[in-house]
């Protein structure tokens, strides 16, 4: 008990320590120091004797939609970024770089993969992005949109790789889900934010296209037979239960002879053909 309790206080001790380390270096990385708050001092003083002039370059703008991201002798200032709206920089010593907060969408080209059961296909699909944190897209990657582009690309080579033909025409949801998971988690140290991944268009080569075709087209024609083949069975068994009706009842015939007819002479013919009983020609046939 007295070994996991001191085990714990270390623990606690350890992640304090920590905790101390990594405010010491923010606190250390916001120092400007001497030099710098001289050069600080200098340039306020400027902006003061030239203030009319010195106006319109000390006060900028950033639209709803825009954050800034100052550096102050190259060091961010504030660890936050300003904006909407009016915000103040000094000439000499500051500089910012604006950053879009607004969804980005951009077209994945269209990439050769290998799919699981080794079939060639040309997948490209379309990514959503916007940037969360300005700061990080600024400090931590050099070109955020471009580095995201490059990363979907690969991505979309990484996660169609371990599928097959059949998981890729038929799962693009999940296939999209995936993608998407896999680029938020490796964005996420540049202020990047995925929102959504699709899947556009599918290719697949000219002989593989026939193959498909002709195996539809083959099990299409097997349906019609055995479609074809369970009508014929159904009218036999209809038509066999008609003759035995007529069997029994020969006047039925005569009514059915006498529908047909009707049934003929509505359809406006000049020529009717009536059938005759071979018993009626017997009488006029000569007997030997």
């Known amino acids: 008990m007295i070994s996991t309790t001191s085990s714990t206080a270390e623990m606690v001790t350890q992640g304090k320590l920590e905790i101390n380390v990594n405010n010491v270096e923010d606190k250390n990385a916001s120092r400007l120091g001497c030099f710098g708050w001289m050069l600080v001092i200098v340039s306020l003083i400027f902006v003061v004797a030239t203030f009319p002039i010195t106006l319109f370059m000390c006060?900028?703008?950033?639209?709803?939609?825009?954050?800034?991201v100052i550096f102050r002798l190259g060091r961010i200032a504030d660890r936050k970024p300003k904006g909407p709206g009016l915000f103040f920089v000094l000439p000499c010593t500051d500089n910012f770089v604006k950053v879009d907060l607004r969804t980005v969408s951009f077209d994945i080209p269209p990439q050769e993969i290998l799919t699981k059961?080794?079939?060639?296909?040309?997948?490209?699909?379309?990514?959503?992005?916007?940037?969360?944190?300005?700061?990080?897209?600024?400090?931590?990657?050099?070109?955020?949109?471009?580095?995201?582009?490059?990363?979907?690309?690969?991505?979309?080579r990484n996660v169609l790789g371990t599928k097959n033909l059949?998981?890729?025409?038929?799962?693009?949801?999940?296939?999209?889900?995936?993608?998407q998971e896999a680029l938020d988690e490796a964005t996420d140290p540049w202020g990047i934010k995925v929102e959504r991944v699709e899947?556009?268009?599918?290719k697949l080569p000219h002989q593989l296209q026939r193959a498909m075709a002709a195996e539809a087209e083959a099990s299409r024609e097997a349906r019609a037979k055995i479609?074809?083949?369970?009508?014929?069975?159904?009218?036999?068994?209809?038509?066999?239960?008609?003759a035995l009706v007529i069997a029994e009842a020969p006047s039925?015939?005569?009514?059915?002879?006498?529908?047909?007819?009707?049934t003929i002479a509505t359809e406006k013919?000049?020529?009717?053909?009536?059938?005759?009983p071979i018993d009626i020609l017997q009488s006029f046939m000569p007997r030997k």
């Open 59 to 68: 006060v900028k703008i950033v639209q709803e939609y825009e954050r800034a």
């Open 117 to 156: 059961d080794s079939v060639t296909v040309s997948v490209d699909g379309v990514v959503y992005f916007r940037i969360h944190c300005p700061i990080s897209s600024v400090a931590n990657v050099s070109n955020a949109h471009s580095s995201t582009r490059l990363l979907a690309q690969t991505t979309l």
């Open 166 to 179: 059949a998981e890729l025409l038929s799962d693009r949801e999940g296939i999209s889900l995936s993608m």
């Open 199 to 202: 899947i556009k268009d599918v």
């Open 227 to 242: 479609i074809a083949a369970e009508g014929e069975m159904k009218a036999s068994r209809a038509l066999k239960e008609a």
């Open 252 to 262: 039925a015939l005569q009514l059915r002879y006498l529908q047909t007819l009707n």
């Open 269 to 276: 013919n000049s020529t009717i053909i009536f059938p005759m």
